[in-house]
């Protein structure tokens, strides 16, 4: 070793790297080696030793099949009913003053910062049974209470019902908990696009005759879009690894509303690692993928947004 040399120098020059290169990209590096890339090898090893047959079977199996269903479609529904309201919330916070609207811009981020265990506390008492809004669809809530009594002085055959809708522990109740969860990524992915956008494009519209509507359509979708798609990607790949807040606020029975992270969790419980270790590498091989979507939506948008 020379005067001039250093274990940095040398361990640059063993993995090729130009010397003009800052030496502290190791450390990034590193961690990212040791929190991500090395659990994930992990898993795929781990699963690989199932053998290809095995694999299938279980990856396959109707339970796991109907888990990814709930779990995927209800994300998917749920990312796109974020990505409309979102759009209109972050309209809202960016082009209007009205009062409280600190304290509304801040409560966006609440579910970034609640514990999933406290939302899903949260929403189950909402919307269970006995709860707020559980109680009045319920069938001795107020609702059917009043249709009695309408149908009693008013003979009317559609008064002559009972509602009996449950919403905690039932499929809508993972719904409602992958809402909360993930409409603050589009509020907050399509914000800087709005601030950024000129009113002069849209009075410039005006003036050449465009009505509103296509002024939003024609104008203001374009570039918003990019960024909205990326938001509704972002609140669907939160949404498929919910776990705190689904698991409280639903009944998890197979069949019904069992989700794919609930799923691995039961067969950790049961002592089966093999069924587990499969079922998470099917979920990570779709997020894997659903990142690579989100990176070309991003790509997309700082191309033609």
């Known amino acids: ?59 396959t199996s109707p339970i796991a099949l109907d888990a990814y269903r709930v779990t995927f479609g209800t994300a998917l529904v749920t990312a796109v009913i974020n990505g409309i309201f979102g759009l209109l919330i972050a309209w809202v916070l960016v082009r209007y003053e009205f009062p409280f609207k600190k304290v509304i811009d801040a409560a966006v981020d609440l579910p970034f910062a609640l514990p999933t265990s406290v939302a899903g506390l949260t929403l189950a008492t909402v919307y269970s049974g006995n709860g707020w809004i559980g109680s009045i669809v319920a069938p001795d809530g107020w609702i059917n209470a009043l249709l009695a009594y309408l149908h009693r002085y008013i003979k009317l055959d559609i ?12 499929q809508w109740g993972v719904a409602i908990a992958m809402l909360l969860i993930s409409l603050p990524f589009v509020v907050r992915t399509v914000q800087p696009v709005l601030t950024d956008l000129e009113r002069e494009i849209e009075e410039a519209a005006w003036c050449l005759g465009a009505s509103k509507f296509q002024t939003f359509w024609r104008v203001l979708l374009p570039p918003i879009m990019p960024a909205a798609l990326t938001g509704i990607a972002l609140g669907f790949s939160r949404a498929v690894g919910e776990y705190g807040s689904v698991v409280i606020v639903s009944s998890n ?37 659903l990142l690579v979507l989100i990176n070309l939506l991003q790509a997309w948008g700082r191309r033609y947004g």
């Open 253 to 289: 029975t197979p069949y019904k509303d069992l989700i794919a992270p609930v799923l691995i969790f039961q067969r950790l419980e049961q002592y089966d690692y093999a069924g587990a270790t499969v079922i998470g590498a099917v979920l990570l091989g779709l997020s894997l993928a």
């Open 1 to 59: 070793m020379t005067a001039t040399s250093s274990p940095v120098t040398l361990l640059r020059q063993w993995l090729g790297v130009s010397a003009r290169l800052p030496w502290i990209w190791i450390l990034p590096t590193a961690y990212l080696f040791f929190m991500l890339l090395l659990p994930t090898i992990a898993l795929l090893l781990k699963a690989s030793t199932e053998g290809p047959v095995r694999f299938w079977t279980i990856a």
């Open 159 to 170: 008064l002559n019902t009972r509602l009996d809708i449950k919403i905690a522990f039932t």
